[in-house]
């Protein structure tokens, strides 16, 4: 008789250690951008309110995983969707179910790994000063983990509510509220915009030279305007960002112009290209997420719940 192990959403986010998370989620992004992951394309089941996702992906020593995740109407925030899910982790050599965790956290912290290392492999070194634009869910999770990271270099929070960019503000040492998205993007070296936008919250005219942006939300429409787009050199996860609609492609990369490409951040984390050219270049990173970033995340919440002897063993 086999077990699994359950990690509810709370052990679940203690198990998810910052520093192996971005240790594995770099080992999957290499991965990815040397073709070594087996993640089929994304596939959903729709009802007449909402959808049911299933994303599996095998990263070789880290596991072999699916998580589900549905996404429906939120009646308490009109126009918003609310995402719930689990992640099932299974052993890469005997197919052995060995775990079941939830999906948000885990969620939250591969993608602002993610976010987090496209900005340690291309923004300029000499950044002194951060902006995050966003308040909600995934917004929080990134400023919690460049507090955990990097707890001395301001961070300028910026959202349509100042309550809730405050309480987010707070979560980083050396966090403020900026008066508006205009004054926390206008020199920040590193913008990470984290938005459930429908539109673009990005002037290109706010962004120095020589910036970088991390852009990670966007689900239903642009949150960067074509402006900025048009300008930066692009790098993205994985090749479908550009090549596969929307919601699974990025709203910003569809019908990019001939002769336009995207680089793989996990080329420039590998070695394969050299990533920021200059400077002065804008750059900019489009996160759609990833099966094999998923797997990632999972492996390290497994492991480390072992170690700390976390969860609940189940007989399956």
């Keep these: 008789m086999s077990e699994i192990l359950f990690l509810d959403a709370a052990r679940t986010r203690s198990a998810l250690d910052p520093h192996r998370v971005l240790a594995a989620v770099t080992t999957a992004l290499v991965a990815i951008g040397r073709d070594e992951v087996s993640v089929p394309p994304r596939i959903a089941a729709h009802t007449p309110h909402g959808l049911l996702g299933a994303m599996p992906g095998h990263v070789p020593g880290l596991g072999l995983a699916a998580k589900l995740v549905s996404v429906f109407a939120d009646p308490a925030r009109p126009g918003r969707s609310s995402h719930r899910g689990i992640v099932a982790l299974f052993d890469e050599t005997d197919g052995r179910p060995l775990a079941l965790m939830d999906a948000e956290p885990l969620t939250e912290i591969r993608t602002a790994a993610t976010a987090t290392l496209s900005a340690r492999a291309l923004a300029r070194p000499d950044v002194d000063r951060v902006a995050v634009v966003g308040t909600g869910a995934q917004a929080r999770a990134q400023i919690a983990l460049l507090a955990a990271l990097d707890p001395q270099t301001p961070v300028s929070v910026a959202g349509r509510d100042p309550g809730r960019a ?64 048009r300008d930066a050199t692009l790098f993205a996860e994985w090749h479908g960002a550009a090549t596969t609609r929307p919601p699974s492609g990025a709203h910003e990369l569809q019908d990019l112009p001939a002769g336009r490409s995207v680089t793989l951040l996990g080329s420039v984390l590998g070695g ?35 170690a700390e002897a976390w969860g609940t063993r189940v007989a399956l």
């Excluded at 900019?284 to 919440?301: C, E, N, P, Q």
């Design 272 to 306: 394969e290209h050299p990533g920021r050219r200059d400077d002065g270049e804008l750059t900019l990173f489009k996160s759609t997420g990833h099966a094999a970033l998923d797997v990632a995340a999972a492996h390290v919440a497994d492991s480390v719940a072992r």
């Design 166 to 229: 405050g309480s987010a503000a707070a979560l980083h040492p050396a966090g403020r509220v900026a008066v508006s998205i205009e004054e926390a993007v206008r020199g920040a070296g590193t913008v990470f915009c984290c938005t459930g936008a429908v539109r673009p919250v990005i002037d290109r005219a706010w962004l120095a030279p020589g910036t970088h942006v991390s852009s990670v939300g966007g689900s239903h429409g642009p949150e960067l305007d074509p402006g900025t787009v």
